[in-house]
Structure formats: structure tokens, C-alpha cells
């Protein structure tokens, strides 16, 4: 699988869209999602709450377990993605495009320095790649 560019990283498999106006989307994984299984539902999020970096941000619910999706970086929720509510599977079906979880608001950009780009979550992780 080749990422996106523009995508930051974590060990736990969550990414997050940095488009250099403070504001990106998060998700897990392509890697992560095959991890899961099949996804029956999304636990997202309210509008309006704050997490700090490494917080439970969601939780998704396969036919093996539950889950937990953590924040990327301490971030305010400005939105999330309903259609996940009603169609949970578009997390294995485009874990890096329709099945964002949340478009956040970064509250310290500082805390991008720590996650991966690209190369080095491929070489953090040489099986993520297909």
C-alpha cells in the first residue's frame, strides 16, 4: 500500500491529515483495519470535545473485539463522520479516505514532530506495507 504523503503517523496505526491549516482528519490504518477484522460499528466522538494526544479518541467494534482509536495529538473535534454510524464497514472498505473518524482542530502543532511520515512508518512497520 503506498500512503499518503500529506499523513502522519502512529505506533498504534492511527494517522492523522496534516494540510498545514491546523485542522486534518484522523484514521487508522490499512494495516490496522485488516488487524480488526470486519468492522460492524464505529463509536465516534462528540463535536466540541478536546483530547489529549494518546486519549481514546473512538472505538470500533469488530467480529473479534472492541477496539480503541487514539488521538494522533492533543485536538478539538470539529466534526466527525456519521456515515460511519450507519455503514461501519467503510473502515476496512477505504481506511485512508471515507472512513476518516474525526476533522480536528490540532491544538499543538509541536506534537506533529513526534509522529511518522511516511518512511518511517514503513520502516517502523515493514508488514504494513503490501
Known amino acids: ?3 499518503p504523503t500529506n499523513y502522519r503517523y502512529t505506533k498504534q496505526h492511527e494517522w492523522i491529515e496534516v494540510n498545514g491549516t491546523g485542522v ?3 484514521g487508522i490504518t490499512d494495516f490496522a483495519q485488516k488487524q480488526v477484522g470486519d468492522v ?4 465516534l ?5 478536546t483530547f489529549k494526544s494518546g486519549q481514546e479518541l473512538a472505538t470500533i467494534e469488530s467480529t473479534k473485539a472492541v477496539f480503541e482509536v487514539f488521538a494522533p ?6 466534526e466527525v463522520n456519521t456515515s460511519l454510524e450507519s455503514s461501519p464497514e467503510k473502515v476496512n472498505g477505504d481506511p ?3 472512513a ?3 476533522k480536528v482542530r490540532i491544538l499543538d502543532t509541536a506534537e506533529l514532530a513526534s509522529l511518522m511520515d ?3 512508518y514503513e520502516a517502523f512497520c515493514p508488514e504494513c506495507k503490501s
Do not use: N, Q, T
Not at 460492524?40 to 463509536?43: A, L, R
Open 96 to 98: 485512508h479516505g471515507a
Open 100 to 102: 476518516w473518524f474525526a
Open 1 to 3: 500500500m503506498s500512503y
Open 40 to 43: 460492524v460499528y464505529v463509536g
Open 45 to 49: 466522538p462528540k463535536v466540541g470535545g
Open 24 to 26: 486534518g482528519l484522523v
Open 118 to 120: 511516511e518512511a518511517a
Open 73 to 78: 495529538v492533543s485536538c478539538e473535534v470539529l
